[in-house]
């Protein structure tokens, strides 16, 4: 655990605020949800929860699938990380936290295609070498659980038809089996 110096005072009502640059940093948004943990020190530790967290398995052979089909490197995140990753580019990708660029696919709830002449999207924050080729939000009741994209590791390439109803396609699914 690291020490941030900022010191807060709970209300009347048990409530706190988590300061706006904690919040900025760990990409904490209105309404987030947060499980809260106890440590034997009698620390409390919040920590986002991720409903696609639970989806480990599920998307890592869903990544396979895709992967061994497409030939391309796929990957599905959640709001903020990675979850799974399949292709040739695991160790680069997995678990690491998604670029704001991404972040805004999903926010905008379309799908995204890359075409030529348009500038490459990282999939990662501060590496540019793996960029969007397609990309699909996962939708549940209206909220934004995360994203299905092909990467592509040697610069922006195009993507067809296919690529682009296959991300729409498992994102439909993992949103739809969300809400079961």
Known sequence: MKATGIVRRIDDLGRIVIPKEIRRTMRIREGDPLEIYTNSDGGVIFKKYSLMGGLGDLAAQICETLSK?????????????????????????????????????????????????????PVIEGDGRFVVACAAP??????????????SGDGPTDTSDTDDKLVRTIAGFLGRHMES
């Open 138 to 151: 996962i939708l549940s009741e209206g909220d934004v659980l995360g994203c299905v994209l092909f990467a």
């Open 69 to 121: 089909t497409t030939g391309r490197i796929s990957v599905i995140t959640d709001r903020d990380t990675c979850l799974a990753v399949a292709g040739g580019a695991r160790r680069e990708l997995s678990d690491k936290r998604i670029s704001t660029e991404v972040e805004q696919i999903m926010e905008g709830r379309g799908v995204y295609r890359y075409q030529a002449g348009q500038p490459s999207l």
